[in-house]
């Protein structure tokens, strides 16, 4: 038996999905908070639990032999989120404990690439840079390299645990409507009148979840696989959007001295008109970051493999079609 955390969430619903199709039997820890929409087409038992209450974990894990630990908390908001910090490291501690109290077999943990150090410009990001619980770049990146450090210590102590650490995903089953969903719906409907260079690596939400099913199969203990897709400026993606689409790309590019004031002021607007973060100083990194990242590593001991980036975008915007996000 599989238990899934997270399992509402952007990568959580599609590996469930994948799961029960691979003829698992699966269990989805569920808040009693959660909106479960995504999970209403997925034959799936779900059980109520919170990673943050122990006692509710070790009364779900009984009898797994997998946990996919994948609730997590993202923000590309600067300064401290103490709910932020309790939900990657202190619930992911309560994961952990709850494994080896339960017996479990085997833990896989949704680490994130943000977790581990970045090196300079020309050098490939791959398994041998460390987690980086000091990170500069924000608080979501320092609590997924502690959690990830956790975890690589729980397998020293004896639990199986493997570590995915996935670049910016992308593709269908986006109910939550992630950052880049949201920036291919705004392509799609006409909304996008400027962008800004840079670039990243990305990859489909399905092959992330068959990288997690491949982790538990064929990942060695205590080793972490980067589960990266394909490095795009945001000048590829803007063509191939408007190759899928017949939409014409947008005309105008921000420059650069003018995103970073837009960026920094940008926070302020945000928490003042309670609105969804998209355009600040993370993120804004994020894209002029190192994305040169290797995923040889899980394509050797894992047999991963991710598809074409032109389809998972054109399986994406199909999506939000079926799903009236995009106007026709």
């Known amino acids: 038996m599989d238990i899934v955390t997270g399992s509402t969430g952007c990568i959580g619903n599609v590996l469930v999905r994948e799961l029960v199709k691979s003829g698992r039997t699966v269990k989805s820890l569920i808040r009693s908070s959660s909106n479960t929409l995504c999970l209403k087409d997925c034959i799936t038992e779900t059980i109520k639990g919170d990673i943050l209450d122990l006692e509710s974990l070790i009364k779900a894990f009984r009898n797994a032999d997998t946990v996919y630990h994948l609730a997590?908390?993202?923000?590309?908001?600067?300064?401290?989120?103490?709910?932020?910090?309790?939900?990657?490291?202190?619930?992911?501690?309560?994961?952990?404990?709850?494994?080896?109290?339960?017996?479990?077999?085997?833990?896989?943990?949704?680490?994130?690439?943000?977790?581990?150090?970045?090196?300079?410009?020309?050098?490939?990001?791959?398994?041998?840079?460390?987690?980086?619980?000091?990170?500069?770049?924000?608080?979501?990146?320092?609590?997924?390299?502690?959690?990830?450090?956790?975890?690589?210590?729980?397998?020293?102590?004896?639990?199986?645990?493997?570590?995915?650490?996935?670049t910016a995903v992308i593709g269908p089953y986006d109910f939550r409507i992630s950052y880049l969903g949201q920036l291919f719906i705004d392509y799609c409907n006409r909304k996008l009148n400027i962008i800004i260079d840079g670039a990243y690596d990305f990859v489909d939400v399905r092959d992330v979840a068959s990288g997690h099913i491949l982790a538990s199969k064929n990942g060695k203990n205590g080793n972490y696989y980067i589960l990266s897709g394909h490095r795009?400026?945001?000048?590829?993606?803007?063509?191939?959007?408007?190759?899928?689409?017949?939409?014409?790309?947008?005309?105008?590019?921000?420059?650069?001295?003018?995103?970073?004031?837009?960026?920094?002021?940008?926070?302020?607007?945000?928490?003042?008109?309670?609105?969804?973060?998209?355009?600040?100083?993370?993120?804004?990194?994020?894209?002029?970051?190192?994305?040169?990242?290797?995923?040889?590593?899980?394509?050797?001991?894992?047999?991963?493999?991710?598809?074409?980036?032109?389809?998972?975008?054109?399986?994406?915007?199909?999506?939000?079609?079926?799903?009236k996000l995009i106007n026709k």
């Open 232 to 323: 795009l400026t945001l000048d590829n993606l803007m063509t191939i959007l408007e190759e899928i689409t017949g939409i014409a790309q947008p005309k105008y590019k921000l420059p650069l001295w003018l995103a970073k004031i837009t960026a920094a002021i940008m926070p302020a607007y945000y928490k003042l008109s309670n609105t969804k973060p998209r355009f600040t100083p993370y993120s804004l990194n994020t894209i002029h970051s190192n994305s040169y990242i290797s995923h040889d590593k899980a394509e050797k001991e894992l047999g991963y493999k991710p598809r074409p980036v032109e389809v998972s975008i054109k399986d994406t915007i199909e999506w939000f079609k079926i799903n």
């Open 72 to 166: 997590s908390e993202i923000s590309i908001m600067p300064g401290f989120n103490k709910y932020l910090w309790d939900i990657n490291v202190s619930g992911t501690k309560n994961v952990i404990k709850a494994c080896f109290e339960c017996k479990v077999k085997k833990l896989v943990y949704t680490s994130s690439i943000h977790a581990i150090k970045e090196p300079h410009e020309g050098i490939i990001i791959d398994e041998t840079m460390p987690f980086d619980p000091e990170s500069p770049r924000g608080i979501y990146d320092k609590s997924k390299a502690l959690a990830s450090i956790e975890v690589l210590r729980a397998a020293q102590e004896g639990l199986h645990t493997v570590i995915v650490c996935p």
